[in-house]
């Protein structure tokens, strides 16, 4: 089975539990459907509760918003290696803290580019 950003199994997510359709709604429903066409997937961590979302960019990179236990945003853009010896293990290419709710739509548009 190949790996992708859909079934990524992010086990090192720490942070509050959230309402996945809350962290959507204070988003911009344009940027959200801008990075990923309108998919969101939820994050859920060892124990099994939703700690965040994911937003998938294509097949091997998605940005991840994670609750942090101060109310705060943790958001990072992933990769998965799809090719070569590294295949299946997953890189943090960028990540940001501490962002509040107001900079969070802006903060997960900035981090859906990369080049």
């Given at each position: 089975m190949t790996p992708t950003t859909a079934n990524l199994l992010?086990?090192?997510?720490e942070g509050r539990e959230c309402d996945?359709?809350?962290?959507?709604?204070?988003?911009?429903r344009w940027t959200v459907l801008g990075v990923s066409g309108g998919r969101a997937h939820p994050i859920i961590d060892t124990e099994g509760r939703t700690v965040g979302v994911r937003l998938p960019i294509n097949a091997s990179r998605c940005v991840d918003i994670v609750l942090d236990w101060c109310d705060l945003y943790t958001v990072s853009r992933r990769r998965?290696?799809?090719r070569g010896a590294d295949r299946g293990a997953?890189?943090?290419e960028q990540t940001e803290?501490?962002?509040?709710c107001e900079m969070l739509d802006h903060v997960v548009y900035r981090l859906s580019c990369w080049k």
């Open positions: 992010l086990a090192t997510a996945p359709n809350e962290v959507i709604r204070q988003l911009n998965v290696v799809l997953v890189i943090t803290s501490m962002v509040d």
